[in-house]
């Protein structure tokens, strides 16, 4: 069954922390790739960050290096946005998501072809 549940989010002030988990059936866990989308109203869908789960390598969109990490339990089929130094311009609907290719962000984000319905996260200022 191809099924990707989200939880976590909710809505925290500027500089405060979230972190969301993502548990996928094994059938979509290994495709190889999962990961996050992001789209905020009258905003163009813009990928977040990817890992593959075979390897643990990851990529980052540039706007949130250094403040998101993904990370992956592999025995639980598991993956995990932890959200830090939150902004108000990172609130947006966040969706789980898996591809199988992700040998960078855009090819992830181009690729993409199972996904969840999505968390609102919203940063006041």
């Known amino acids: 069954q191809r099924q990707l549940l989200q939880s976590g989010g909710g809505s925290v002030q500027g500089g405060g922390s979230l972190r969301l988990s993502c548990a996928a059936s094994?059938?979509?866990?290994?495709?190889?790739?999962m990961g996050w989308f992001r789209q905020a109203p009258g905003k163009e869908r813009e990928g977040v960050a990817v890992?593959?789960?075979?390897?643990?390598?990851?990529h980052y969109a540039d706007s949130v290096k250094g403040r998101f990490t993904i990370s992956q339990d592999y025995a639980k089929n598991t993956v995990y946005l932890q959200m830090s130094s939150l902004k108000p311009e990172d609130t947006a609907r966040y969706y789980c998501?898996?591809?199988?290719?992700?040998?960078?962000?855009?090819?992830?984000?181009?690729?993409?072809?199972?996904w969840g319905v999505g968390t609102l996260i919203t940063i006041s200022s």
């Open positions: 094994i059938y979509t866990y290994r495709r190889n790739c």
């Open positions: 998501a898996a591809a199988q290719s992700c040998w960078s962000l855009a090819s992830f984000d181009a690729n993409i072809d199972y």
């Open positions: 890992i593959a789960t075979g390897d643990g390598s990851t």
